[in-house]
């Protein structure tokens, strides 16, 4: 799988949109962009995925660029509980190996 | 709630030790992951498992060991445990298997391992 580049930390205000960053220059066409989030200690929460067209969901959009070599995952309003690390990733879908491998994340904190 | 069903919640064993885990994947799924996360190594992927077979492996130490039963519940066994074993490990599943699309991966709440 592609590696990402994410910054190491973000801070938002409440009430504002997040945007959170994600490099992925070597993605391949058969990877999809996947973002995942985890607060403290829980289980990894799925996000949004999407493979080349922006998508939106009741969490979050998603914008790929053009190329697909970043993309940014946008909290339209962000709380105070969207505080946690956001992982972006890279994944192969289909084919023998579909696992999901992680980085280190952005750790976005929003504050009142 | 995921619907992946992790037990037990939290365990506490001696060095030396063997414990084993277990997780229910959500219902339909056949596929199911075990991850690791201790506090100086993040998420590490540690194995997959389709339909009972082995799938994908990553940085699974030769002490750990994992299976898929025909019922799809999986269970994680770690052996000679060590204080560097203490982490929480996390089950996963999806509904996708080799030559799927874009299926989610959900992850249950872990089970948290120290080792004493």
């Known amino acids: 799988d592609a590696k990402t580049t994410q910054p190491p930390s973000m801070d938002c205000a409440e009430g504002r949109a997040a945007n959170l960053p994600c490099n992925h220059s070597?993605?391949?066409?058969?990877?999809?962009v996947y973002w995942y989030r985890q607060i403290h200690s829980q289980g990894p929460q799925y996000i949004i995925h999407g493979l080349k067209n922006n998508e939106t969901n009741e969490m979050a959009s998603l914008i790929i660029t053009e190329d697909r070599k970043s993309s940014t995952l946008i909290l339209p309003h962000a709380t105070l509980r969207d505080t946690a690390v956001y992982y972006c990733?890279?994944?192969?879908?289909?084919?023998?190996?579909?696992?999901?491998?992680f980085g280190a994340g952005t750790r976005l904190t929003v504050k009142p | 709630d995921s619907g992946v069903t992790q037990t037990p919640k939290h365990l506490i064993t001696a060095t030396g030790q063997r414990v084993t885990l277990r997780c229910s994947p959500r219902?339909?799924?056949?596929?199911v992951y075990w991850y690791q996360q201790s506090l100086d190594q993040g998420l590490q992927f540690l194995i997959q498992?389709?339909?009972?077979?082995?799938?994908a492996k990553g940085n699974i130490l030769e002490r750990f060991s994992a299976q898929q039963f025909p019922d799809l519940h999986s269970e994680l066994n770690l052996s000679s445990l060590e204080l560097g074993d203490s982490a929480l490990y996390f089950c996963?599943?999806?509904?996708?298997?080799?030559?799927?699309?874009?299926?989610?991966?959900?992850f249950g709440e872990g089970s948290w391992l120290t080792v004493v």
């Open positions: 219902s339909g799924d056949l596929s």
């Open positions: 990733i890279v994944r192969v879908v289909g084919g023998n190996n579909n696992d999901m491998r």
């Open positions: 996963a599943s999806s509904a996708e298997g080799p030559g799927g699309t874009g299926n989610t991966i959900y």
């Open positions: 498992y389709y339909n009972g077979e082995e799938r």
């Open positions: 070597t993605i391949s066409g058969n990877e999809y």
